[in-house]
């Protein structure tokens, strides 16, 4: 879609508004700030409706002190509020004070957690998560490197860990990367885009604390401690009912999470990339990143030991093919 295109479905919601920048740097979504009265807005409409739907359900549904104002939707375009330049917790986490990246952090996960908690409830997700495909990937992978293994039993259990009817329902943002946020002068941070934005296991949203991002290309090593205070950050501000029983199943959705990933892995560990778009230096490259998630499934062997066994395999394997891929470089800001 083209900016004319993008700012004739905005004039339909906001008459007379002009284009003042173009922001589109994804095929997910044309993305552009414009103004009207002195005033600017983002204006976005998605490359599918079901994005679109996502985004302003999510626009409606979680807290405004997290999220952008909703200005106005159209059939396909939505108008919300311009936070204005500054900078998201990856900008700090690639700066160089670790005091402010440790603050940022523990920030992040507070925000994360306030803005699922209005939401949590007793429910199950609207489909039951299924992750066949996802697994017939991660395991073409591992043939390719010489390995196998029976995961089945431990893959049911994930998914009925995470479809159950449980306490902890909640409308999630989905996708909590460091760069989908915008810190404030007065310590406050707030969410954006919400393209896969839905209800959900609360758990899926905690998975991106202790495995920190779940789904981002922003991913270096961190501190050791780090991702613990992270999500005791997120549990004191959520304080979800049966709090030693939300923790495991957070381990679940961090597993699913590997898994549902597996496409983005094995593309990852043959091309080898920088773990950032254009642009933007990555402290880590695509075969660190890889055996970096696969690793973390290892530990994982006392409640999924059939995942354990097989990503012991994979990891070994890996440094085997690829020497170094073992060693995940730190953010800047820890470096």
């Known amino acids: 879609m083209t900016t004319d295109e993008l700012l004739a479905e905005v004039a339909e919601v906001l008459p007379g508004a002009v284009l003042v920048e173009d922001l589109t740097n994804s095929g997910r979504a044309a993305l552009a700030r414009v103004a009207i009265d002195g005033e600017t807005y983002i204006a976005k409409r998605h490359a599918t409706v079901e994005r679109f739907r996502n985004e302003v359900e999510a626009l409606r549904t979680l807290p405004q002190a997290f999220r952008p104002g909703l200005v106005a939707v159209g059939p396909r375009v939505v108008v919300m509020e311009d936070f204005g330049p500054g900078e998201s917790l990856a900008d700090v986490l690639l700066g160089d004070d670790p005091a402010r990246a440790h603050d940022a952090l523990r920030l992040w996960a507070r925000t994360l957690a306030a803005a699922l ?12 998560l299924s992750l066949a495909g996802n697994v017939d990937a ?8 010489g390995c196998a293994g029976d995961v089945d039993g431990d893959i049911a259990a994930i998914e009925d860990a995470l479809s159950a009817h449980t306490p902890w329902f909640a409308f999630g943002p989905s996708d909590a990367c460091p760069d989908n946020n915008r810190l404030f002068a007065d310590g406050t941070m ?16 905690a998975a991106y604390t202790r495995a920190p991002f779940c789904t981002c290309w922003c991913v270096a090593a961190l501190p050791g401690g780090t991702t613990e ?7 004191a501000v959520l304080d979800p009912p049966e709090a030693d029983a939300f923790r495991a199943a957070t381990g679940a959705a961090v597993v699913a999470y590997v898994f549902q990933m597996a496409h983005v892995l094995q593309w990852l560990a043959e091309t080898d990339r920088p ?26 062997a006392d409640t999924y030991p059939s995942i354990a066994t097989l990503a012991t395999a994979i990891a070994r394997a890996m440094r085997a093919r690829w020497p170094g891929c073992d060693v995940l470089p730190p953010y800047p800001a820890f470096a």
């Open 275 to 300: 773990m950032a778009p254009a642009g933007i230096t990555a402290p880590a490259r695509g075969r660190q990143y890889v055996h970096d998630r696969i690793a973390m499934l290892a530990g994982y």
């Open 229 to 235: 205070q992270m999500e005791d950050a997120f549990m």
């Open 138 to 145: 991660l395991l073409a992978f591992a043939g390719e490197l």
């Open 190 to 205: 707030k969410l954006f885009d919400f393209e896969g934005a839905g209800w959900r296991h609360a758990a899926s949203e």
């Open 117 to 128: 908690k209005p939401s949590l409830s007793e429910g199950a997700r609207p489909e039951r």
